[in-house]
């Protein structure tokens, strides 16, 4: 199967492990280093909606510049926090997995098995 693609993080250790559970499986994605190669908008748009979550179920709040820019606010919408993201793509939590059976945001790592 190489029609997964994961957003992966090479320093992450949760992302390395969910890499090595996807090949573990006999699946090989495509790797996207979302740090070096970030989403587009719609990229982003549409990983959230096929998640089923809101913009904010996928931002990454450690080791980034979350609480300086105030993303915590509720009232900021979606258009600030993709803007912020377009900024520093280190706001995405990681890794997500995209397959034919669904996207998850893989935390806990055990995530990846309702996708594949």
Request: proline letters at 9%; charged letters at 30%; a positive charge.
């Amino acid at each position: 199967m190489t029609d997964a693609v994961i957003w992966h993080n090479p320093g992450c250790q949760t992302s390395r492990n969910v890499l090595g559970q996807l090949r573990s499986a006999g699946i090989e994605p495509r790797i996207v280093e979302y740090l070096k190669t970030p989403p587009s908008r719609d990229e982003l748009v549409d990983v959230v909606r096929r998640m089923g979550v809101p913009l904010r179920g996928i931002l990454r709040r450690r080791g980034t510049r979350y609480d300086e820019l105030g993303l915590g606010d509720p009232k900021l919408d979606d258009t600030v926090l993709l803007d912020a993201i377009g900024q520093h793509p280190v706001l995405i939590e990681r890794p997500i997995v995209i397959t034919a059976k669904g996207v998850r945001l893989c935390r806990p790592p055990e995530r990846v098995n309702e996708i594949i």
